[in-house]
């Protein structure tokens, strides 16, 4: 006698966690945690978009620093 109850699927993609945010990290932060929160979202190296906000905040005259803080203010906290 066999049972007719449906097997779990083995393999493939486990089900989407929702769309994902861009918030601030709590955990990886220097100051407020923006590029660690950055850095979360699109998947790389939080050290590196520091880099990138640092080199980018000398070439543009302060331009992204402004933008820094215009994302502290506005970026949720996770």
Known sequence: MTENTPTPPTGGNPP???PRRLVRSRDDRWVAGV?????KYFGVDSNLVRLVVVIGTIIGF????????VAWVLMPEE
């Open 16 to 18: 989407a966690a929702g």
């Open 35 to 39: 590029c660690g929160g950055v850095a």
């Open 62 to 69: 302060g331009s992204l620093l402004l933008a820094y803080l």
